[in-house]
């Protein structure tokens, strides 16, 4: 519907477990974003990639990893998680180069559930 | 750093009746978008202002934007079931690089 997907749109794993969530945009756009949304907390910006370079990353803990291959592609590989990382984890894309001035669209997100 | 702030944090109206959320920022905004994002959904880019004292609508939705350029608001007239969801506004600062989002606010509609 909005030219970002994301894979898998549920997942629930321990915590020893490592997975990947993977997000694709189909916009053409230069910049792409990993945010958690937590029940009752606001939009917390995780990382931001700007023509595949990281510009950004807001002290996440290195259990989270980030990887964008390419400008389309953008991964977050889990690893040890704790049973609070349990949340909403939305990808972004905008035109821009994540200067904040091209609004941003949004995947439907994984609901992520650690046990 | 920069902060963008939301109220009310929850709101609940009897279907028709108006419904406004303020957002605030601690630091002057060169822009302001805001998002909707239903229950389960995800949030959509509804709308962005870029000019102090600017007003946009978009059939019974009216944006506005503060005369410095701190704060927005966003004004639903007569609402219906279909406008329940989260509403964000997030800002760019005037010397910052990046989007902040605010908390949002969660509009409930009783029909």
């Known amino acids: 519907e909005t030219g970002v997907t994301q894979t898998p749109r549920h997942l629930v794993m321990g915590m020893t477990n490592k997975k990947s969530l993977k997000c694709e945009q189909h916009?053409?756009?230069?910049?792409m974003y990993w945010y958690k949304q937590s029940a009752k907390k606001p939009l917390e910006l995780m990382f931001v990639y700007s023509l595949e370079e990281r510009v950004e990353n807001n002290s996440v803990p290195s259990r989270f990893s980030p990887e964008c291959p390419n400008s389309s592609h953008l991964f977050l590989h889990l690893h040890t998680l704790q049973p609070e990382d349990s949340a909403l984890y939305l990808c972004a894309s905008s035109q821009d180069s994540a200067g904040g001035y091209y609004e941003q669209y949004f995947g439907p997100g994984t609901r992520l559930t650690v046990t | 750093g920069q902060q963008v702030m939301q109220i009310p944090q929850y709101q609940h109206v009897q279907e028709g009746e108006d419904f406004t959320t303020y957002c605030n920022s601690s630091?002057?905004?060169?822009?302001i978008q805001w998002y909707k994002q239903r229950p389960g959904g995800h949030p959509v880019f509804l709308i962005q202002?870029?000019?102090?004292?600017e007003v946009k609508k978009q059939k019974r939705l009216t944006f506005q934007f503060g005369e410095a350029k701190k704060n927005s608001s966003l004004h639903i007239t007569a609402t219906q079931t279909t406008d329940v969801g989260t509403y964000f506004c997030a800002g760019r600062g005037e010397y910052g690089n990046k989007l902040v989002f605010g908390a949002g606010t969660i509009l409930r509609v009783k029909s």
């Open positions: 202002l870029v000019k102090s004292g």
């Open positions: 630091t002057t905004l060169s822009n």
């Open positions: 916009l053409g756009h230069n910049a």
